[in-house]
C-alpha cells in the first residue's frame, strides 16, 4: 500500500484525495499495482458478478442489480448509496430519501428478500442483487394485497413514508411465517410461524418506520387485516 | 461523502493485507456509512467483509457457540441454537435498532458501533475529544441526560450505545480477533475500554484488526435471564439504562449470576461485586435493593443524568425479579 501524511486540515485532506487520485490513475495507466483479484482499472470498469474479488480503483464501478424483475446495468461511485442508485440512476423514484440516515425508513427496499434502509447501502455492495421496491410490490398492475388495504384503511395521510411502510410491511409478513421474533415476542424458545399478529407485535415489528402524519393506527389496522386474512386462507 | 476506494478481497488474508489506519472493514454499514456520511469516518480504502464466509453460526467442540462476525443482527436473533441456549442474548439483539437494520447490522460491527452522543455525531460541535482529540468535552457542560454515570473522564463522559455487547458480557463471551500475527481471543471484559485520556480509542482493537467471530460459552442463564431496556420511547431507541441478568440457580439456591448494565458508561458495565452477592444465596434470602445498589456503586452522575441512578437501580431489581419470576 500507498504510505501518506496524516491528514490535519480540510485543506490538505482536499489535497491528500487530489494526490490519491492522480495516484491511482497512475497505476491504472501502468498497470502497476496489487493482485488481489480482478481489478476495476479504469472508468466504469466491472466488478465482475457477486461476490467474485474486486478492487474499485476506478471512480465509478459497473455494477448488476436486478430491480422489480428487470436487470440493470449501471457506474456508480463506491460511495453511491442503493438508494441514490435507485433514484438518481435508475430514476426509480417511489423510494423516498426521508433522514438518509437510518432513522426514518422512507428508503426501505426489500434486497434479496430482506428489508433494509436503503439509505445506508452501499450500492457496490449489492452488486448483483434481487431488488424489490414499491414499484414492483404490484403483480401485472394489480396492487398488492397490503397496497390494497393500505387504500382501504386510509393508512396514510401525505404517503411520503408510504412506499418504506409497505416494503417494510410486506416483509414484515414474510419474516413473521418464517417464525421471526421481535422485542414484543413473550415466548422466544418455541417457534411460532404465521401472519396473524397481535397489534403490539405489528407495532414493534414497524417500529422502524415512522410516520409523521401519525397514521400508525390506520397502517396497524392495515397490516393486521392482511396478516389475518393471509393466516386463514 | 469522501470519495474512499472500494475492496471486496477473496480472502481474508487478503482483507488483512490490506488493512491499516487508513482503512476500515464494513459489514454492514450501518454506524460507518452513517459516520462517513457526516465526515467523521473519512477511510481511504473500505474493505467489504460479506463475502469472507464470516457468517456462520456453529457449535463448538466444548458445548459452546461460535457466532461469525458477519452474522447478522437478525440472523443471530432468529437462531435456533442462540434462542434455546442464549436467549439473553436473542433478547438484547431484538431490543436494539429496528428489524430493517438488525437485517444489515453484523455482529462484528454491532461491537465496534460508536457512541450517539450528539457532540460526537454532529460535527457542527467544536468540542469533542471522542472525534477530535485534544478539542475538550461538550458535553461535561453541555446536554449530559444521556450520558455516563460511571467510568467517565475528564475528557469524555459518553456512553457506547449496543444492547447486545452488554448480553455478550454478562453470557462471559470471547471476541475472536485476527491480525497478521494470528488470531487471539479476547474477553469481552476486556474488548471495550473506558475513556481515561484517549476517548478517540473505544475498545483495544489495533487498526488492522478484524474480528472475526465471538464464542459464547456452554449455555448459561438459559432458563432465568432478562434483558431490560429502558428507554425514551416504546421502541427505536437508545439505551437509557439497560440491564442483563442471568442467573444460574440449584434448586431455590442461586449457583452463579451475572449482571451487567448497558447506557451508564463508555464500555458495557459488569457488576461484578452486585452478582457476587447473589452467589451461594436461596432466592428468598435476596436483599434485591442491597444488590440493585451494589450495581452501581461509584456512580458520579452529573446534574442532568443523575436520574439515571436510580433507574439503573430499579432496573436491575426488576430484571432479577424478572429472570428468577418472583414478584
Known amino acids: 500500500m500507498k504510505s ?5 486540515s480540510a485543506d490538505d485532506r482536499t489535497r491528500v484525495n487530489l494526490e490519491r487520485r492522480l495516484f491511482m490513475g497512475t497505476v491504472a495507466a501502468t498497470g502497476a499495482g496489487m493482485s488481489l483479484g480482478a481489478f476495476a482499472q479504469d472508468a466504469e ?12 480503483r476506478a471512480r465509478r464501478v459497473r455494477i448488476r442489480l436486478d430491480v422489480n424483475g428487470v436487470a440493470h446495468e449501471l457506474g456508480v461511485e463506491p460511495r453511491v448509496t442503493l438508494l441514490d442508485a435507485l433514484r438518481e440512476h435508475l430514476k426509480l423514484t417511489g423510494t423516498k430519501k426521508g433522514c438518509d440516515r437510518g432513522q426514518c425508513g422512507a428508503c426501505t427496499v426489500i434486497a434479496d428478500g430482506r428489508r433494509i434502509n436503503s439509505c445506508l ?35 396514510f395521510q401525505c404517503g411520503f413514508c408510504t412506499p418504506g411502510q409497505l416494503c417494510s410491511a410486506t416483509a414484515l409478513l414474510a419474516e413473521a411465517q418464517a417464525g421471526a421474533i421481535s422485542a414484543a415476542t413473550a415466548d422466544l424458545k418455541h417457534e411460532r410461524h404465521g401472519t396473524h399478529l397481535p397489534d403490539i407485535e405489528i407495532r414493534e415489528r414497524m417500529s422502524g418506520n415512522i410516520c409523521r402524519c401519525g397514521a400508525y393506527p390506520n397502517i396497524v389496522a392495515a397490516i393486521r387485516d392482511v396478516g389475518t386474512k393471509a393466516a386463514s386462507s | 461523502m469522501m470519495e474512499f476506494e472500494y475492496l471486496r478481497p477473496a480472502s481474508i488474508h487478503a482483507a488483512l493485507s490490506a488493512a491499516g489506519s487508513h482503512a476500515r472493514y464494513i459489514g454492514g454499514g450501518t454506524n460507518l456509512v452513517d459516520l462517513m456520511k457526516s465526515g467523521i469516518e473519512q477511510p481511504e480504502l473500505l474493505i467489504d467483509i460479506n463475502h469472507l464466509q464470516l457468517a456462520a453460526i456453529e457449535e463448538l467442540p466444548n458445548g459452546g457457540l461460535r457466532i461469525g462476525a458477519g452474522a447478522r443482527n437478525s440472523d443471530t436473533a432468529n437462531h435456533r441454537l442462540v434462542r434455546e441456549r442464549y436467549p439473553l442474548l ?29 457532540y460526537f455525531a454532529d460535527t457542527r460541535f467544536p468540542h469533542c475529544n471522542k472525534r477530535k482529540p485534544g478539542s475538550g468535552c461538550g458535553a461535561l457542560e453541555g446536554d449530559h441526560h444521556l450520558h455516563a454515570i460511571l467510568g467517565g473522564s475528564k475528557h469524555c463522559i459518553a456512553v457506547n450505545p449496543s444492547d447486545m455487547s452488554v448480553a455478550l458480557l454478562a453470557l462471559g463471551a470471547n471476541v475472536n480477533v485476527r491480525n497478521r500475527n494470528g488470531e487471539r481471543p479476547v474477553p469481552m471484559s476486556a474488548f471495550h475500554r473506558l475513556p481515561g485520556e484517549h476517548p478517540e480509542r473505544d475498545t483495544h482493537l489495533e487498526p488492522g484488526d478484524l474480528i472475526v467471530s465471538v464464542d459464547l460459552p456452554s449455555p448459561v442463564f438459559a432458563k432465568n435471564y432478562h434483558y431490560l431496556k429502558v428507554r425514551e420511547r416504546a421502541s427505536y431507541a437508545f439505551a437509557l439504562v439497560s440491564v442483563a441478568v442471568g442467573i444460574e440457580q440449584d434448586g431455590d439456591r442461586i449457583r452463579s ?14 457488576a461484578a461485586d452486585a452478582a457476587a452477592m447473589l452467589a451461594d444465596k436461596p432466592v428468598r434470602d435476596i436483599d434485591f435493593a442491597a444488590v440493585a445498589a451494589a450495581a452501581v456503586n461509584g456512580a458520579k ?8 441512578v436510580p433507574m439503573a437501580r430499579n432496573a436491575v431489581q426488576r430484571a432479577l425479579r424478572n429472570a428468577l419470576e418472583v414478584a
Not at chain 1, 4 to 8: L, V
Request: hydrophobic share 40%; proline share 9%; aromatic share 4%.
Open chain 1, 4 to 8: 501518506k501524511q496524516p491528514a490535519t
Open chain 1, 45 to 56: 470498469a466491472p466488478v465482475h458478478a457477486g461476490s467474485a474479488p474486486v478492487r474499485a
Open chain 1, 121 to 155: 447501502a452501499l450500492a457496490v455492495m449489492y452488486d448483483g442483487a434481487r431488488i424489490t421496491t414499491v414499484e414492483g410490490l404490484a403483480r401485472e398492475g394489480e396492487p398488492s394485497p397490503l397496497q390494497r388495504a393500505f387504500v382501504e384503511y386510509d393508512a
Open chain 2, 90 to 118: 436473542a433478547q438484547s439483539l431484538v431490543a436494539g435498532a429496528s428489524p430493517q437494520l438488525r437485517n444489515l447490522a453484523t455482529v462484528g460491527g454491532n461491537l465496534m458501533q460508536r457512541t450517539r452522543c450528539d
Open chain 2, 257 to 270: 449470576a451475572a449482571i451487567a448494565l448497558g447506557g451508564v458508561a463508555h464500555k458495557p458495565w459488569l
Open chain 2, 301 to 308: 452522575p452529573l446534574p442532568q443524568n443523575s436520574y439515571k
